[in-house]
């Protein structure tokens, strides 16, 4: 194996997508002295789904982010890009159902006033009756959930949420990404905890509680703040980001990839050649677009990965004051808006009129749903009236709002995304080597935006230095989560945080 710490100067790599991965790949590389080449089709801005809008003196991010890691490297750099522009939030979440608001993490006392002693007794019921006839090799998400914390609590605190942002079924939806999704947000811990007796919560002698960070970091101007720092770096190392540029071709022949046929600006076609090359494009459309083509069997199991898409509906609020959360779930089936965020309450700085409140509402969809083609002014409407149904403003109060689409925002973990993804990954490691996928699309993988980072980091590692990091290992192997064992050092889980080299 290669010297880990000899640059390999040889190489040019090309990164496909200037999302959090993208560019946290590319940064390392120039961190290795390793030349680097970013496209990028948006023709204004970078950062992916990690943007941030501007309208009317108020800043929106493509739904909230926060910006916490267990990986302390990762909080390094975050820490190293920004200075003192990424600042400390108390966080503050909450759930909305049926026109009461859960405190989130959930406390006992307000579970109980909120559900009432009837509905609390109807939990207890069902999970008793889920640990004594649970589903025997639960194949659904819908099977998991209900399983450990039975069908009443699933219907109350899952099904609805669930359905709005995934747009299938609950028993369509993967068991493998349920013990892993919750595991990482555990929603249901926090509920166990407040709503159920410690001697029904299972797990011998002492329950293992879990809690959600209180408090996380985030750019003064937004998270696209964070990504657009890094693309100016890149920049002044001479590197810039190529905008405006989208991927048409993925050219390889005797098993290596040579260039990405990209059109620019103008309409024009041209080749970008490379010695390596890093992907964060949604898997199916990267099969699609390799020239020669993939196998039969491969584009078919690309061609099977499902992707969901989102609006945000925008609007500035002429109050100073909506609610105090950073953003609330809205769990209510009455209405279509899944999330709300108040992006005043992630920094101050989001609104240039202290008077006025920024709220970003969430309208999951898929791209051939009639939704996705509504005007803009339809979906301004729906987000007024939905406000007004959910009583966090009058309609008056909503002055003005932009709307922004952003297509295959998450990958679909539907029950046979494994195997579908397992194909393409096995035929690339073998045919394509020098092809690395990497995030949250590019690898139809459940990453945070840390974990996204990470697997670019690793990815260029390999290649500036000849390492070998398994990047799929990121959020697998290691508790890479946003909570921590209740008595367990945050530092003893983050030092597991980055995988070890597989042996050669």
């Given at each position: ?6 640059p390999?100067?040889r190489?040019?790599v ?6 959090p991965?993208?560019?946290s ?17 948006d023709?204004?801005?970078v ?5 941030t809008?501007?309208?009317?003196g108020?800043?929106?991010?493509v ?7 267990k990986s302390p490297?990762?909080e390094a ?14 966080r503050l979440?909450?759930?909305?159902y049926?026109?009461r608001?859960f405190?989130?993490p959930i406390?006992?006392s ?12 109807r ?7 889920a ?8 194949q659904s ?5 209900s399983?450990q ?8 605190f899952?099904?609805t949420?669930t359905?709005k942002v ?7 939806l993967?068991a493998?990404?349920?013990?892993q ?6 929603l249901?811990?926090?509920?166990r905890?407040a709503?159920l ?11 293992i509680?879990?809690t959600?960070v209180d408090s ?7 998270a696209g703040?964070m990504w657009?720092?890094v693309a100016?770096?890149l920049?002044s190392?001479g ?6 540029e989208?991927v048409m071709?993925?050219?390889?022949a005797g ?9 620019d ?13 890093i ?10 677009k390799?020239?020669?083509a993939?196998p ?9 990965l ?6 945000t509906?925008n ?8 609610f ?9 089936p ?7 965020a108040n992006?005043k ?11 006025l409140?920024?709220?970003?509402m ?22 007024r009236?939905?406000l007004?149904a959910?009583?966090?403003c009058?309609a008056?109060?909503?002055?003005a ?5 952003q297509?295959?925002a998450y ?5 046979a995304?494994?195997g579908h993804?397992?194909?393409?990954r ?7 080597p ?5 995030g ?9 935006q ?5 697997t670019?980091?690793?990815v260029?590692r390999?290649?500036a230095?000849g ?7 990121v ?5 890479y989560?946003?909570e ?5 050092a945050a530092?003893?889980?983050a ?5 070890q080299?597989?042996a050669?």
């Open positions: 194996m290669a010297d880990p710490t000899t390999r100067s190489d040019h090309v990164v496909m997508g200037a999302g991965a993208g560019l790949a590319a940064y390392e590389l120039t961190r290795h002295g390793t030349p680097v080449t970013v496209v990028e089709k023709p204004r801005q950062g992916g789904i990690a943007r809008l501007e309208f009317m108020c800043r929106f991010d739904g909230p982010h926060r910006f916490f890691s490297e990762i750099l975050w820490t190293e890009v920004l200075g003192e522009q990424i600042r400390p939030v108390s979440t909450r759930i909305l049926q026109g608001f405190d989130y406390r006992a307000n579970a109980f006033l909120n559900l009432g002693p009837v509905e609390t007794a939990c207890l019921l069902s999970y008793a009756q640990r004594v006839h649970p589903v025997v090799e639960p998400f819908e099977d998991w959930v399983n914390f039975g069908r009443r609590l699933f219907e109350i899952f099904k949420y359905e995934w747009g299938i079924p609950t028993s369509e993967s493998d990404w349920a013990g999704r919750i595991r990482g947000l555990n249901v811990e926090v509920i905890n709503v007796p410690t001697a029904w919560r299972g797990g011998g002698e002492r329950a509680v879990k959600l996380f970091r985030y750019p003064r101007l937004g703040q657009e720092s100016a770096r920049a190392a590197h810039p980001v190529r905008l405006g989208e071709a993925v050219r390889h098993g290596r990839v040579l260039s990405v046929a990209v059109r600006s103008a309409g024009g076609t041209l080749d970008v050649l490379g010695t390596e090359f992907s964060t494009m949604p898997i199916r459309e990267l099969i699609a390799l020239q020669p993939a039969s069997i491969v584009r078919a199991a690309a061609d099977a499902g992707y969901r898409d989102f609006i509906v609007v500035v609020v002429d109050r100073a004051e909506v105090p959360d950073q953003w609330i779930y809205v769990h209510d009455g209405v279509k808006v899944g999330r709300i992006f309450n992630f920094s101050a700085a989001m609104v240039d009129d202290s008077g409140t920024g709220l970003g969430e309208y999951f969809c898929f791209d051939h749903d009639s939704m996705w083609t509504w005007s803009d002014a339809d979906l301004l409407d729906l987000g009236r939905e007004v959910l009583k966090i009058r008056e109060d909503v002055k709002g932009m709307v922004y689409r297509p295959k990958p679909v973990y539907d029950g995304y494994l993804v397992a194909v393409v096995e035929w690339l490691a073998r045919a394509l020098n092809l690395w996928l990497v949250r699309n590019g690898m139809h993988h459940y990453n945070n840390d974990h996204s980072m990470m670019g980091i690793l260029a390999n290649i230095n390492a070998n990091y398994d990047p799929w290992l959020n697998t192997d290691a508790e989560q946003e921590e064992r209740a008595g367990k530092g003893e889980a030092g597991r945080q980055v995988p080299r597989i050669s």
